[in-house]
């Protein structure tokens, strides 16, 4: 039986792992002075944490101010960064944080509006709707989105903790410790709240998706 | 059993079970068929999750973060290459710069709030905070710096722009009240060895708008035929330059501030050109050639009002009255509405300034009409525009009551051919002097150089001229005191505080950084200033031409 799951995880967390030694690197340099090191991390960076902070706050503006803030507090504290952690780690730790204090500030409304299904096609990568992807799974494909959109509805109702371990851990493919290491709890911890919000998903979905 | 099941379905889900695990798994499926049920929902559900698809960032947001980056460093100031600690604090926040306005909003209504609240302890009781107020001003206050500053760049020099746009050459005319000089030896002998010792507080320079229209130096008005030149007995060498005012025409409702004038060629348009619109009579601080006759007629008679109300009120509160002197009347009104909703700015829309307009008697000449046929030297213009309204406070009478006081004839006390009986006061307004507008007022040194400092290039032009005029007002006059037929000229020096400073005007000449001071220390005992707005009319040309 193919793990198609487990070699995307695996994968992922070796990426991760694989730019550890570039990063330090550009970060050295960066600390010499040199700015394009740290246009290069940008670059390196800029998906990754930019797709977190959106799926956590699934607002297109200010998941940008957000995700520019992160990199600019990055540039700023540079020098803090020990590298006893991956660069990718701090940054994501970086991220999160600015998400948890942007939600401190709205956390007397609900965090981020409804997104519509059209609002979340035009937000996601298009590649998902590109007619060259029409074969035999197409139309399986475009019923995943649907589902993505619903799924991605009831993942914004989370508890911040669970949304935190679900991003972290579903859509960037991180590891258990990495995500021990960015939210500074317990591997367990992170472990009993991942499932906990799948858990959670999986009851709110049941009869409409699952 | 169920615990069992979820950790092995999560295992599968994080692509981390054993075989074993797997194994354990399908027989707990197959043994119940609700698990199995669940084990299908969380398969869905892992389906489903790794179906969202991944978010990009926007294109260009790598350019937009170095920017940002590039933008901190600037405003960080100096910082060097390679030193991200001092960077620490130096990235900007964007939606902090959103709120920036709110919270600009929000500081000024607090130190709105603060002013109206607070007592004004700073500006009261003489005798016991004026020592205190000295010292402050000692180790330079850094709130009255604040205050000041705001002052300037808020209220005042929006009312001074005013003035200067409306091609009115202005001139204050800043003079401590009679208790200023009569006053006894009670706060002086308290405050002048500390004034002496400490520094008078000085007055950044003050930051003046751009003029709207820019007038170049070529296009500056000439050097005053009249206002300067030495009476024709007078030995003085000629005026430079010398321009004969053309004749002007009575001023309409329509232009009321602008008289038109004809100009040479290669200067300014009338109308509203400091160049153009005025005759030219450079009014810089300290110069005598602008203490016309008149002028100091109006701040004789205002100084004898000053006395009487002094006599029951000032006593407690010394009143410092602060001239501005103006030619045109529509700028000094300009200027008066200005300084009020400056001080309403201060105020945030709280009315704090008594304001006494003086209107035109019916019967007396018009004062826009400086036309030299019509200016009657013996027309009672001043005294029936003051219809001896209650002052501000509402206590003596105004300022322009000493009409009965027969007016000098100017054109034989200088020889400068003014009209002396069109001079007048045009608003009194008393204003709390802790409103920063006032305190810009009381407190920017009014010499020469601070002017230079903070007026547009033509005014500079014109308080450089006025200085090299000053000098050789002053050296006349010096010839003249020596003359034993000016008998009287002795008495007026001394009531005026003399030509080069001193005394009572402060802002003139050497005299102003102490004149300066001791205003700063004025206002630091008062509660109110009072504001008189003066116009006097330019100069006219005399029958003979000086030089000539």
Redesign the interface.
């Given at each position: 039986m193919p793990?198609?799951?487990?070699?995307?995880?695996?994968q992922g967390s070796s990426k991760l792992e694989s730019s550890r030694h570039a990063d330090l690197e550009a970060v050295q340099r960066?600390?010499?002075?040199d700015?394009e090191a740290?246009?290069g991390l940008?670059?390196r960076w800029?998906?990754r944490?930019?797709?977190a902070i959106?799926?956590m706050v699934r607002d297109?503006e200010l998941t940008?101010?957000l995700?520019?803030?992160t990199?600019?507090?990055a540039?700023?504290?540079?020098?803090?960064f020990q590298g006893g952690a991956a660069f990718g780690t701090w940054l994501y730790s970086i991220a999160v944080n600015q998400v948890r204090s942007e939600m401190r500030k709205r956390s007397a409304k609900k965090y981020g509006a409804p997104v519509s299904l059209e609002a979340l096609r035009g937000?996601?990568?298009e590649?998902?709707f590109d007619p060259a992807d029409a074969g035999p799974g197409a139309v399986e494909?475009v019923a995943?989105?649907e589902?993505?959109a619903l799924?991605?509805a009831e993942v914004e109702t989370l508890d911040p903790d669970h949304k935190e371990v679900?991003v972290l851990?579903?859509?960037q493919d991180l590891s258990y410790e990495e995500i021990s290491a960015i939210l500074e709890v317990p591997v367990g911890t992170v472990?009993s709240r991942?499932?906990r919000a799948?858990?959670e998903?999986?009851e709110r979905?049941?009869g409409r998706?699952? | 059993m169920t615990d069992e099941f979820?950790r092995l379905i999560?295992a599968e889900?994080?692509?981390?079970i054993t075989p074993d695990e797997r194994a354990r798994l399908a027989s707990l499926i197959d043994a119940d068929p609700g698990l199995a049920e669940?084990a299908?929902?969380?398969r869905?559900?892992?389906?489903?999750?790794?179906?969202?698809?991944?978010?990009?960032?926007?294109a260009g947001?790598?350019d937009?973060?170095?920017g940002?980056?590039?933008m901190?460093d600037s405003a960080d100031g100096g910082v060097a290459?390679?030193?991200?600690?001092g960077?620490?604090?130096?990235?900007?926040?964007?939606?902090l710069v959103r709120a920036a306005p709110w919270m600009a909003l929000a500081a000024g209504l607090l130190i709105a709030v603060a002013f109206a609240t607070r007592p004004d302890e700073r500006f009261q009781s003489p005798g016991t905070t004026e020592t205190a107020a000295v010292d402050r001003s000692a180790r330079g206050d850094s709130a009255d710096v604040k205050d000041r500053a705001k002052a300037v760049d808020a209220g005042l020099a929006d009312a001074l722009e005013e003035g200067f746009e409306a091609g009115s050459e202005l001139r204050f005319r800043r003079r401590v009240a009679e208790q200023d000089k009569e006053r006894p030896s009670e706060a002086t002998a308290d405050a002048a060895p500390q004034r002496a010792a400490t520094p008078a507080p000085r007055m950044p320079a003050p930051r003046m708008p751009a003029p709207r229209k820019k007038v170049g130096a070529k296009d500056a008005p000439a050097p005053p035929a009249t206002a300067a030149a030495p009476p024709e007995s007078n030995s003085a060498p000629p005026r430079p330059t010398p321009r004969p005012t053309p004749a002007r025409k009575p001023v309409t409702a329509k232009s009321p501030g602008a008289p038109e004038r004809t100009s040479p060629p290669g200067t300014a348009p009338a109308d509203t050109s400091p160049a153009a619109g005025e005759p030219s009579t450079p009014l810089a601080e300290g110069d005598d050639t602008a203490s016309t006759p008149d002028f100091e007629k109006v701040l004789d008679d205002d100084r004898d009002a000053t006395r009487k109300r002094g006599a029951s009120r000032d006593a407690k509160r010394r009143m410092p009255i602060r001239y501005v002197v103006f030619h045109d009347v529509a700028a000094a009104e300009r200027f008066a509405a200005s300084l009020s909703a400056a001080v309403a700015r201060d105020a945030k829309g709280k009315s704090e300034v008594t304001a006494e307009r003086r209107k035109p008697d019916p019967g007396g000449p018009d004062l826009d009409d400086t036309d030299p046929d019509d200016t009657d030297p013996d027309s009672p213009d001043r005294g029936s525009a003051d219809p001896g309204g209650a002052g501000p406070g509402g206590a003596g009478p105004a300022t322009g009551g000493g009409s009965e006081r027969p007016a000098a004839d100017p054109a034989a006390s200088s020889g400068r051919g003014l009209a002396a009986s069109s001079a007048r006061i045009v608003a009194r307004l008393t204003i709390p002097s802790a409103r920063p507008s006032v305190r810009a007022l009381l407190d920017v040194p009014l010499s020469d150089g601070q002017w230079a400092a903070a007026a547009p290039p033509e005014v500079r032009e014109l308080l450089a001229r006025a200085a090299e005029e000053r000098k050789d007002v002053e050296d006349r006059r010096r010839r003249e005191t020596a003359d034993a037929d000016t008998a009287d000229e002795p008495e007026v020096e001394s009531e005026r505080g003399g030509v080069g400073g001193g005394g009572g005007v402060v802002g003139v000449g050497a005299g102003a950084a102490a004149g300066a001071g001791s205003l700063s220390s004025a206002a630091a005992r008062v509660t109110t200033v009072e504001i008189v707005i003066v116009v006097v009319p330019p100069p006219k040309p005399t029958g003979s031409k000086p030089g000539r």
């Open positions: 793990e198609p799951v487990a070699t995307a995880r695996i960066c600390l010499a002075g700015r740290f246009a940008v670059e800029q998906d944490i930019y797709g959106f799926r297109p940008r101010d995700a520019q803030e990199f600019l507090k540039w700023s504290k540079l020098a803090s937000a996601d990568d590649r998902a494909k995943t989105q589902d993505c799924l991605l679900i851990r579903e859509f472990r991942l499932h799948r858990g998903l999986r979905l049941s998706v699952l | 979820e999560h889900l994080d692509g981390e669940e299908r929902a969380y869905q559900l892992g389906t489903i999750l790794r179906a969202v698809p991944p978010v990009a960032a926007p947001f790598a937009s973060v170095m940002a980056a590039v901190a290459e390679g030193d991200v600690a960077r620490s604090n130096a990235a900007p926040r964007f939606r």
